[in-house]
């Protein structure tokens, strides 16, 4: 079977390791351009020294974009990892099309940040679907889905690098078996019952400590790593990473110690440990450091 993969980064490689390893036909490698000044895309840098030939058009809104893919003479595309936008001629071009890995249960959290917005939520559970892309985000028939528990203190890292990472790439070459054996399962989304949100961003990650601390430890464990859930102390920010829960009342917002095990702030209705911070223009570093480095003492108060 002739197979194109588009993809990028970390995920990308790992499917092309995979089908590499099963000795398939892969006939083209398809990724984002290399930016600038960038260093090459880990997918791309894979490809080259396994000798693929590789193709980064800037915009598959094109003629010349469609007659690349059909050039391919393809049984099939496979989607890892994809942020441009490809049109639904260019994924039907090959012989069955093209499926895409997705890391949410669609038609639930469609959409760009699809594993921040679970667990900012306060979800117990996520998952994955392998679909048929069409020109709706996320929206095309869906071939595959697994499940997976959101742990209580799990992380955005957590759930993805050690479930749908993992998870993801098996389902992309299950998928992959189940076209070679003729089952084309298309389901329809319904999308009435599910949900679409955009960027998990700067404004999404910031913190308020007023609100519920139940809410705010969700929020932190979501945007660790990436973008990082954020405060300010004295006015200038500080971004937060790892944390710990514990009960008490009083102020929200106070600083109530500081020690080895960390930088116990108060909440509304709880109070959060801060650990693992990074102050502006700085490196990560314990709480404790941070907290010597600004001179800052129980009673004084973040988010202002």
Known sequence: MRIVLHG?????????????????????VCSAPTKEGKKEDPLVAFAREKGLPIHQPASWKTP??????QSFDADICMMAYVLLF???????????GTFQYHPSLCPDHRG????????????KRTGLSIFWPNDCLDEGPIMIQKTCEIGADETLGDVYFKKLFPMGVDAMIEG???????????????????????WFGREAA????????????????????????????NGKELKVYDIAYVDGAGDPGVVLSINENGTTIQGNGGRIILKRVRPVGGEK?????WAEAEGVVPGQKLGI
């Open 176 to 198: 992959l078996d189940l076209v070679k054996a003729g089952m084309l399962i298309k389901h329809d989304q319904r999308l009435d019952f599910g949900s679409y949100e955009s």
């Open 8 to 28: 990028q980064q970390a995920f990308g490689q790992a499917v092309l390791e995979k089908l590499l390893e099963r000795n398939e036909n892969i006939v083209a």
């Open 86 to 96: 490809i049109p639904k001629e260019v994924c039907d071009a090959p012989k069955y």
């Open 112 to 123: 760009p940040s699809s594993i921040n917005w679970p667990i900012a939520m306060g979800k």
């Open 64 to 69: 010349e974009a469609l007659k690349l893919m």
């Open 285 to 289: 570093m314990t709480s404790k450091e």
């Open 206 to 233: 910031e913190i308020d400590w007023s609100s519920p601390v139940g809410d705010v430890y969700n929020l932190i464990r979501a945007a660790n790593p990436a973008p990082g859930a954020w405060t300010t102390f």
